[in-house]
């Protein structure tokens, strides 16, 4: 079967190659003239890259693992350390470690927390540990039903002193989705500090050994080209073309440069994209549905990613580091971390601006003035005596709407990769699936929407199966 695709990230890729997988024809179309959606970067005229986000994968990533397995390109995940470190406000220029020695989980999680004096007091760290017994006794409903409270609401909710949430969760809260812990649902704190605790290497954290687009992205593409699918950037969808019972007739796709709209027609129809400009595209007869107004309830959220080239080395570590800057979320010398980026003499620090709703909109100029200001805090070493470090050159990559904004009540709005609509299918890091929206996310959603597909087909072949319902139960169906 021929399934058109409309999106290039992640998700997009994973469901082509696993539709490759099951015999289908996948093409995808990407808006951009680049692969990769949040993940995408870019080559400047000095030959360096240049990212959307500084991208840190997991070892409690399952389904992006065995991607990179069945691509067999393990050899490219540049595992680190089994540490957490932060800088420490108080004492600019160090850092306190969460240093995870190798034991079984969760204990060594609970020793890496114990181990660290600096940042928790002991009674600190026990309260802290009973407040998170039921998520750990109760699993993955309990975690769910905290969906309705705010993470500072549920610290407070289990008597854990204001100073953890400040300490530590302003950052882990940054990292995860860009927003404060007032802000942010007790969910998702609650999902990774599950998967961190449960999974002997769940925080284990690898760096792309070079740009995404490249390493990650143009493999899928590859793979998928081998067996018969396609990928065409420069194919932005521009309006969904319904037949007379509201299934899809066919994707129009902007002509660009002056060329004619072209009408694309396939079998079967998957939007890839992220959820804001799905929004917008929805066929008007679509909009009447309970299922497509959900969407409503979820909007992207803003980060700003800052790469910054120095004239000397600021850094050694060769980590992930959270900053607990106000400012600023993660960063990480990629000169130390990333094989293509790598440099013995100088520093190529790559930052997370978040939140970035007040940033967004201001010049490249005045966010680099203000995190240079930050960096003296972060390096007081090397910035602000007479033998300062110079700038060389900086990139600010700006995302006004990226992951979907994770605060408390959004799980509702999240919908199913199947639709209503017989032929037309969902996937996306903001669909369900049980990860974040993550690039874990997004690679499981367009597995779960390849399978979704598959098992449709398998039903149509055997109408036996039809008593398996293929579509969402009646919450999820059109009301008018
Ligand atoms: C700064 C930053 C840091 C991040 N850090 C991490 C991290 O450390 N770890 C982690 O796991 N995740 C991280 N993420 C999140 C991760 O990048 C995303 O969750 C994931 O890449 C989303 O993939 P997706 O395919 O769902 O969506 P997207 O990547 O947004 O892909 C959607 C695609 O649809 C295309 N599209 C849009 N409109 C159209 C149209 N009309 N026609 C055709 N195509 C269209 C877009 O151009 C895009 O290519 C980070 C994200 C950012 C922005």
Redesign the pocket.
Same mark, same amino acid.
């Not at 860009?178 to 769940?202: D, H, M, V, W, Y």
């Not at 998928?224 to 969904?240: C, F, S």
């Given at each position: 079967m021929r399934v058109a695709i409309?999106?290039?990230?992640? +998700?997009?890729?994973s469901c082509a190659k696993y539709l490759t997988d099951a015999g289908h024809t996948p093409i995808v179309?990407?808006?951009?003239d680049v692969?990769? &959606?949040?993940?995408?970067a870019w080559k400047d005229s000095d030959g360096d890259w240049y990212e !959307? &986000?500084?991208?840190?994968?997991?070892g409690a990533?399952p389904n992006?693992l065995q991607l990179f397995k069945e691509l067999d390109i393990e050899d490219r995940l540049q595992w680190k350390e089994h540490t957490m470190i932060f800088n420490q406000p108080n004492a600019p220029g160090t850092y306190s470690r969460f240093d995870f020695p190798d034991l079984p989980a969760p204990l060594n999680g609970i020793v890496a927390i114990l181990r660290n004096n600096d940042m928790l007091t002991w009674p600190e760290k026990i309260r802290f540990g009973i407040g998170l017994l039921p998520a750990m006794i109760q699993g993955q409903k309990y975690v769910e039903e905290m969906d309705k409270y705010s993470w500072t609401e549920w610290l407070k909710k289990q008597n854990i002193p204001p100073r953890v949430e400040k300490e530590v969760f302003i950052a882990m809260s940054k +990292?995860l989705n860009?927003i404060g812990p007032e802000e942010i649902s007790a969910t998702i704190l609650l999902t990774a500090l599950n998967r961190f605790l449960q999974e002997k290497s769940g925080s284990k954290m690898a760096f792309l050994d070079g740009s995404p687009t490249e390493r990650l992205c143009q493999p899928i593409v590859d793979y998928i080209a081998e067996r018969g699918g396609e990928v065409r950037l420069n194919? $932005?969808?521009?309006e969904i073309l319904l037949n007379p019972d509201g299934t899809v007739k066919g994707f129009l796709l902007r002509g660009l440069n002056g060329a004619v709209d072209e009408v694309f027609a396939a079998d079967l129809y998957v939007s890839? #994209? $992220?959820v804001d400009?799905l929004k917008v595209?929805l066929p008007k007869p679509w909009q009447q549905m309970e299922f497509f107004q959900k969407l409503e309830g979820l909007e992207g959220v803003p980060?700003?990613?800052l790469h910054l080239w120095f004239d000397r080395k600021l850094t050694q570590i060769d980590h992930l580091l959270f900053s607990r800057s106000p400012l600023l979320s993660?960063y990480a010398d990629m000169s130390n971390t990333c094989r293509e980026y790598a440099n013995p003499d100088r520093s190529m620090l790559e930052l997370?601006l978040a939140p970035a709703k007040d940033w967004i909109a201001k010049s490249d100029e005045e966010i680099v003035n203000a995190t240079i200001a930050e960096l003296k805090k972060l390096f007081p070493d090397h910035f602000g005596g007479e033998n300062s470090a110079k700038l060389l050159k900086y990139h600010v990559v700006k !995302?006004p709407r990226?992951?979907y904004k994770a605060t408390p009540g959004r799980q509702q709005y999240r919908p199913s990769q199947t639709t209503p609509i017989a032929n037309f299918y969902l !996937?996306?890091?903001?669909t369900m699936q049980r990860y974040l929206?993550? #690039?874990?996310?997004?690679v499981l959603? &367009?597995k779960l929407t390849a399978q979704a597909i598959a098992e449709a087909e398998n039903q149509v072949a055997n109408p036996s199966h039809l008593q398996t319902p293929t579509r969402p139960p009646a919450t999820n169906a059109a009301t008018a």
């Amino acid at each position: 079967m021929r399934v058109a695709i409309a999106g290039a990230g992640l +998700a997009g890729l994973s469901c082509a190659k696993y539709l490759t997988d099951a015999g289908h024809t996948p093409i995808v179309l990407e808006r951009r003239d680049v692969l990769g &959606g949040k993940v995408a970067a870019w080559k400047d005229s000095d030959g360096d890259w240049y990212e !959307t &986000g500084l991208h840190i994968f997991f070892g409690a990533y399952p389904n992006i693992l065995q991607l990179f397995k069945e691509l067999d390109i393990e050899d490219r995940l540049q595992w680190k350390e089994h540490t957490m470190i932060f800088n420490q406000p108080n004492a600019p220029g160090t850092y306190s470690r969460f240093d995870f020695p190798d034991l079984p989980a969760p204990l060594n999680g609970i020793v890496a927390i114990l181990r660290n004096n600096d940042m928790l007091t002991w009674p600190e760290k026990i309260r802290f540990g009973i407040g998170l017994l039921p998520a750990m006794i109760q699993g993955q409903k309990y975690v769910e039903e905290m969906d309705k409270y705010s993470w500072t609401e549920w610290l407070k909710k289990q008597n854990i002193p204001p100073r953890v949430e400040k300490e530590v969760f302003i950052a882990m809260s940054k +990292a995860l989705n860009f927003i404060g812990p007032e802000e942010i649902s007790a969910t998702i704190l609650l999902t990774a500090l599950n998967r961190f605790l449960q999974e002997k290497s769940g925080s284990k954290m690898a760096f792309l050994d070079g740009s995404p687009t490249e390493r990650l992205c143009q493999p899928i593409v590859d793979y998928i080209a081998e067996r018969g699918g396609e990928v065409r950037l420069n194919a $932005p969808l521009k309006e969904i073309l319904l037949n007379p019972d509201g299934t899809v007739k066919g994707f129009l796709l902007r002509g660009l440069n002056g060329a004619v709209d072209e009408v694309f027609a396939a079998d079967l129809y998957v939007s890839a #994209m $992220p959820v804001d400009p799905l929004k917008v595209i929805l066929p008007k007869p679509w909009q009447q549905m309970e299922f497509f107004q959900k969407l409503e309830g979820l909007e992207g959220v803003p980060v700003i990613n800052l790469h910054l080239w120095f004239d000397r080395k600021l850094t050694q570590i060769d980590h992930l580091l959270f900053s607990r800057s106000p400012l600023l979320s993660v960063y990480a010398d990629m000169s130390n971390t990333c094989r293509e980026y790598a440099n013995p003499d100088r520093s190529m620090l790559e930052l997370v601006l978040a939140p970035a709703k007040d940033w967004i909109a201001k010049s490249d100029e005045e966010i680099v003035n203000a995190t240079i200001a930050e960096l003296k805090k972060l390096f007081p070493d090397h910035f602000g005596g007479e033998n300062s470090a110079k700038l060389l050159k900086y990139h600010v990559v700006k !995302t006004p709407r990226s992951v979907y904004k994770a605060t408390p009540g959004r799980q509702q709005y999240r919908p199913s990769q199947t639709t209503p609509i017989a032929n037309f299918y969902l !996937t996306g890091d903001y669909t369900m699936q049980r990860y974040l929206a993550s #690039m874990e996310g997004a690679v499981l959603s &367009g597995k779960l929407t390849a399978q979704a597909i598959a098992e449709a087909e398998n039903q149509v072949a055997n109408p036996s199966h039809l008593q398996t319902p293929t579509r969402p139960p009646a919450t999820n169906a059109a009301t008018a």
